[in-house]
């Protein structure tokens, strides 16, 4: 009972939440929509974005593991999070796919960064994230 108070409560401010993030997802599409090599999330046409997470993804023109720019950025007080890692490569799954190849969900898995989206974070925040992402890129060596 407790857990689905907490939960209706939260429903409340949704909206604004939603709204918020979007907001964030926006000024890192800004601030880093000029950067060659890094893919971001594209909602389909007919979708509401709900940005939970801002993730980019390093091509494979960057020789540096994706492991390398988040130590760089966690260096920097930028805390990251890996991309999920897909489900063919979890212990209950991974024998059931062993012919099966994923290359796509394996690329963003091992080349995919969650950068920051707290509803607390300014502009400036964003701006200093973007900034730091575009130095490590150029920094960052394995």
Not at 2 to 25: F, P
């Amino acid at each position: 009972n407790i857990a689905a108070a907490l939960g209706l409560a939260q429903l409340e401010n949704v909206d604004a939440s939603i709204q918020r993030r979007n907001e964030i997802a926006q000024w890192y599409q800004e601030g880093l929509s000029d950067v060659a090599g890094l893919e971001f999330q594209k909602p389909q046409e007919d979708s509401k974005p709900v940005n939970w997470m801002f993730t980019i993804v390093l091509s494979e023109s960057y020789k540096f593991s994706r492991d390398s720019l988040m130590k760089y950025l966690l260096n920097h007080n930028i805390e990251t999070r890996p991309v999920f890692y897909p489900m063919h490569i979890l212990p209950p799954y991974k024998s059931s796919h062993i012919d099966s190849k994923f290359p796509i969900a394996d690329r963003i898995s091992s080349r995919g960064i969650n950068l920051p989206t707290w509803g607390g974070l300014t502009r400036d925040d964003v701006q200093y994230i973007c900034q730091t992402v575009r130095t490590g890129l150029k920094e960052t060596k394995d």
